[in-house]
């Protein structure tokens, strides 16, 4: 089991990074909440939960190990992936998804991409008990705020090498599309890339 990496930040996309650990180059799925705190160049620690398949070996990666242990529990409950766990982390906080499952507060979880009303319900019962502490107090636990995103994509598009002054246009682009419930977080990356790549 790879526990964690650490080493040169070499490249950065959209969904990964590559850190470079004694001369070999190791691609870790991230979440862009994740992507943002990395820089081109710079040395880079992260939690890591490797994910073995028959045909593939998977290495994701987390800001702490938080992060982590969240990820692989998410792994436990019946029908949820490492996708999915990485995808629920995209979208909340640990601490707001320990206080959704624990508080079986089954509509923040089903802001999630892929999990639905009976995913959300399966959640709860099967991870109530065994998910910690919740946290006490306002801070982390009652969601991102409304400029939560705005500033996760700013930060993840300058990671990936585009100027302040570009991010901040670019996310201003994107909320003028924004109309509604507000999209998962690496949908509006996504989003903001593309637009980024027909102004240039």
Known sequence: MIASVRGR?????PDAAV?????VGMAVQCSPNTLAGLRLGEEARLATSLVVREDSLTLYG????????????????SGVGPRL???ALAVHSPDVLRKAIGGGDTATLTRVPGIGKKGAERLVLELRDRIGPLPIGADGVTGPTSGAWQTQVAQALTGLGWTQSQADQAV?????????????VPQLLKQAIRLLGKTR
């Open 19 to 23: 850190i470079e650990v004694g001369g």
């Open 85 to 87: 766990a990485q995808a």
């Open 9 to 13: 930040v070499v490249a950065v996309a």
């Open 62 to 77: 987390f800001a702490d190990d938080d992060e982590k242990q969240l990820f692989e529990l998410l792994q436990t409950a």
């Open 172 to 184: 201003a682009m994107v909320a003028e599309t924004v109309d509604g419930p507000t999209p998962p």
